[in-house]
């Protein structure tokens, strides 16, 4: 069967779920080239943490900013952002995990940093740290705070929000020899 645009549409797959398909395998593509900005063991540590947020909210999507300063994978309830749970967030030095709401979570070890009135962070040094008890009680907790609840089935998105075209870079530099 063809489609208009004269494509051809595999038999019982509507064409929205092809175009879908498509759009997921390149910003799959588009994701993989910001986290290969980053050094290799950064870059490694990057995807275990969102291996590891992608297992325990299946189903949020994840919004991806490849900003000026952060490479930020934030996830979210809707598409929206204001709908975000939690972002991870990294620059050449490490990642952070950003509660987008965290100034209202309990944080009865005081792992949160920040002062504003609306979010707050905390330093992962590698991914195992999110098994940690105090660290899974704040994402619980972030979750449950929600003002649009992750939805209880299906997949979430993975969608590239923004890129800026000038950016820091994703690599600590190197100090410079000196010359005499």
Do not use: W
Not at 76 to 87: V, Y
Not at 102 to 125: C, E, F, I, K
């Amino acid at each position: 069967m063809k489609c208009r645009t004269g494509g051809q549409i595999a038999k019982g797959v509507p064409m929205t779920a092809k175009k879908n398909a498509a759009s997921t395998a390149d910003a799959e593509t588009q994701l993989a080239g910001f986290i290969a900005k980053f050094e290799p063991e950064m870059a490694k540590f990057i995807r275990s943490v969102r291996a590891a947020l992608r297992r325990r909210m299946p189903t949020a999507h994840e919004l991806v900013y490849d900003n000026y300063n952060f490479f930020v994978i934030g996830y979210s309830s809707t598409e929206r952002t204001s709908d975000c749970i939690l972002s991870l967030a990294a620059d050449a030095n490490g990642i952070q995990l950003m509660f987008y709401y965290g100034a209202t979570l309990p944080d009865p070890h005081g792992l949160l940093r920040g002062s504003g009135v609306q979010n707050r962070s905390l330093r992962l040094h590698r991914a195992e740290d999110l098994k940690k008890p105090e660290i899974e009680a704040l994402i619980a907790a972030a979750i449950a705070q929600g003002e649009e609840p992750l939805p209880t089935e299906g997949a979430g998105r993975l969608i590239i929000k923004s890129v800026s075209p000038t950016q820091r870079s994703r690599r600590r530099l190197r100090p410079k020899k000196r010359t005499r």
